[in-house]
């Protein structure tokens, strides 16, 4: 099968498409035909080497965690997938034709989902739900301030902490005010400009997806009974006396992963999709995510 290998740490000349074994399921897996994965912040960050004390990789390795495709075989023990069955899921090795993944962390692409987009959510979209479910835990009425509210993940924790009963504050950069109206938070603030930060209430918790100095600035908006969950693992900053931080890490959940698939399709999770390319141009797909891209890349084997 084609697949896109990851030679070693460095630029996206590490990254090569060509050739290699089509993977077999073992006991408790399937076999997934992928039809389209995406590229995420961290698999540049993963290439890059700056995740390397977080994680080892024996190169050459194949990136991805995103997948939507077919199943095309089970291995023993597997009853909850046929083959034909169409999945999605936060797997790994998904720059690939082909990958083995666990049956329990797949879930069916919900009826009327297109595969090509079903499967640039599984990573982003799980990311902000656990942001907000299993680190900001808000109580109805709670202000919650999520930062980077246009990213993947941003998008995410502001639809999820407004279902759950959340007053959402949007921070983005000025230049994305406009554009951030239409994200459904009950305000906007821009985190770049020091009148609109001064404007802003106490809060009960910070949902962040950026981090820096951008988020140094917040810490003193937070209540003194505050939460501070973060994706992007605990920071320095937090070294200050009587915050609650929450680093949360992405895992697996598909029955979350199906029902927020359901809202992406039915157009009330709204994540952009930028661009999509051929998996052979994962290279340019990932340079290009890496400049900054409004939205997702879908790559498509
Ligand atoms: N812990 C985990 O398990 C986990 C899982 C997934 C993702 N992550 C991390 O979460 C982060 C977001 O991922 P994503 O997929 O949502 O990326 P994304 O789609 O690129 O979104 C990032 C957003 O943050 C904005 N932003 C960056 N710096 C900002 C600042 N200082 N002020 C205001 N807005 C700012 C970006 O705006 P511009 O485009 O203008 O820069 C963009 O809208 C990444 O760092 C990623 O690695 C962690």
Redesign the pocket.
Known sequence: MKAVLMKGYGGVDQLEYGDVPTPEPKAGEVLVRVIATSV???DY?IRSGAMKERMHLDFPVVPGRDVAGEVTAVGAGVTKFRPGDRVMGLVNHSYAEYLTASADVLTRIPERLDPRDAGVIP??AL??A?LIENGVKPVSGEVVLV?????????TAVYVATQHGAKVIG???S??KAEAESLGADSVVA??DDKDLAGLPELDAIAD??????LAKLIPKLKQSGRLAT???KPDVAEKAGIDVR????QPDPERLYRLAEDFRDGKLKIPIAKRMHLSDAREAQQT?EK?????IALLP
Do not use: E, I, Y
Not at 147 to 155: D, E, F, K, M, P
Not at 247 to 250: A, E, M, Q
Not at 292 to 296: E, F, Q, S, T, Y
């Open positions: 995420n912040p961290v960050k990573l982003v990311t902000g656990q930062t980077g509210a246009l990213g993947s993940v941003g998008r921070g983005v950069r230049s994305q985190l770049d997806t950026v981090n820096g100095d951008t994706v992007l693992g680093p949360v890490w992405s995510a900054g891209v409004n939205g997702k």
